[in-house]
């Protein structure tokens, strides 16, 4: 059974970039639809960014447009997020989840999504 595992998380200053990394073990083509969502201290979980296998295509909430960018190399098993101009609410725990079936369509919603990581955390902290 394929496993979702995240690395990247820290601390960053505001302004600043990261870039996380979910490696799939097993194969990617188990997946169609892979995500990243993030949880907020006392917050619901919200999805951040999702890109589907067949054709590349993306998707990205309206709060992080035109800072993250999600993007995959097959040959690594891997999708990585790509954060920049990181701000003080973007601190929160990410988790990479993915799903054999679903076409990403619009912003990420977690029950659509069958298999999750543990997370990493990432605060954007002066």
Not at 97 to 110: F, H, I, S, T
């Amino acid at each position: 059974q394929s496993q979702l595992m995240e690395s990247g998380g820290g601390l960053v200053q505001p302004g600043g970039s990261l870039r996380l990394s979910c490696a799939i073990s097993g194969s990617t083509l188990a997946y169609h639809a892979i995500a990243w969502f993030r949880q907020a201290p006392g917050k619901e979980r919200e999805g951040v960014s999702c890109i589907n296998r067949s054709d590349g295509s993306t998707e990205v909430s309206d709060s992080v447009k035109g800072r993250f960018t999600i993007s995959r190399d097959s040959a690594k098993n891997t999708v990585y997020l790509q954060m920049n101009s990181l701000k003080t609410e973007d601190t929160a725990i990410y988790f990479c989840a993915a799903d054999p079936d679903l076409y990403c369509a619009g912003e990420p919603q977690q029950q659509d999504f069958t298999s999750w990581g543990q997370g990493t955390q990432v605060t954007v902290s002066s």
